[in-house]
């Protein structure tokens, strides 16, 4: 088998929650344990960080990854879903897995992979820890994909847990409300394993408290220890203050949204915890990690900003508090005129998101080119009943293009409402 003929036995012959939704989706890590089990129990091998969270468990995973490969050691990244090409998923040191070893894994383990019949998650989950007890990273990041109870990741017997935070998403597998989501959410918890919540919030502390104390496992809220506002941009990076105790400090991120100021306590505090289990992470490591995190790890999509006169920015927020970050952000901008380039997907209620939206807005609605996606007619039928009007250009970057031709220079184009959308941009 050649990369793309196994890459067609990847996504075709397994089921991929990313591109079919519902019919995808497993209620049980019984694949998992047996697929792990086969390939010798790599996650046993391997040191870990592990996380969850409804937005910002993507920013966070990478950031960390960052600063423990700016602080020297070797560092697996597992994170879903890819935005270009499938070894986006797979990375030590911010280099993607080869080609060759995406190969190597389904032509040596095709046959159990056939009679196992596993989902496309959970076999590319057991291909990041074949790769990564292979290679003998120091210590893995790994993302969760959804939830966290059954997710496939959650074999894992982490360092420490980190979730980000717990906001309405994926409601029909996780549950109805922020405190069902949430115990999804806690499953990540391990027995005396310290867990760091990154935001406090009434209606989830209960359960996380209730959760590690079933587990003896210490739990620290990060909001509660640092203190974070962000005081402006400097070259295209994010200038934060930073305080905890006594100490004050400035900071520059390299990720340019403004809601990384609730991403940044767990990540830092995740680092204050590293350190009493003994990693030794310098302040130095910290500041050069996450000034540089798309230099290190490869991260795309998180505000980036793909032109000027017009701005152009991208970012792959898709859920209702993730909407609400972007267009309080879209507020400190000074535009002419706003520009929305909009795709969603089909199994999402996506009213909470379209009556969010400013109706003084020019709108292209477009379609990412997977079978989840929302049809771009379908979404602008949708829209009108919120008083949102614009034109229909199903491909991504013919809409994109659209846009940019019928803007003035003064104007601002956003491109979003999907991770799927944000893919799609050329030259991303």
Known sequence: MNYQETLDFLYQALPMFQ?????????????TLLLCEYLGHPEREIKSVHIAGTN???SSSHAIAAVLQAAGYKTGLYTSPHLKSF????????????????????????????????????????MAFWYFAKEKVDIAVVEVGMGGR????????????LI??????HMQFLGDTLEKIALEKAGIIKDKTPVVISQTQAETTPVFNQVASEKNAPIFFADQFWKVNKTGNQEQKALFRIEKSENS??????????YQRHNLPGILETF???????WAISSGAIEMGLSSISELTGLKGRW????????????????????REILSQLKTYSFQKLWMVLGMVQDKDISKILQLLPKDANYVFCEAQIPRALKAEELSIQAQKFGLSGQVVPDVNDALNFARKNAAKDDLIFIGGSTFVVAEIEGL
């Open 19 to 31: 591109r079919v939704g519902a019919s995808a989706f497993k209620k049980n890590l019984s694949n």
């Open 56 to 58: 910002g468990k993507g």
């Open 87 to 126: 070894t986006e998923r797979i990375r030590i040191n911010g280099i993607e897995i080869p080609e060759d070893e995406v190969i190597a894994f389904v032509k040596f383990h095709k046959q159990f992979l056939e009679e196992l019949k596993p989902s496309f998650f959970e076999m590319t989950v057991g």
């Open 150 to 161: 059954l997710d496939s990741t959650n074999v894992l017997s982490p360092e420490l847990s």
């Open 164 to 169: 980000t935070n717990i906001g309405w998403d």
């Open 249 to 258: 400090r400035e900071l520059l991120f390299g990720l340019m949204g403004d």
């Open 272 to 278: 204050d915890q590293l350190d009493k289990l003994g």
């Open 304 to 323: 980036q900003i793909l032109g000027e006169s017009p701005t152009v920015i991208a970012d792959t927020g898709h859920n209702e508090p993730g909407i």
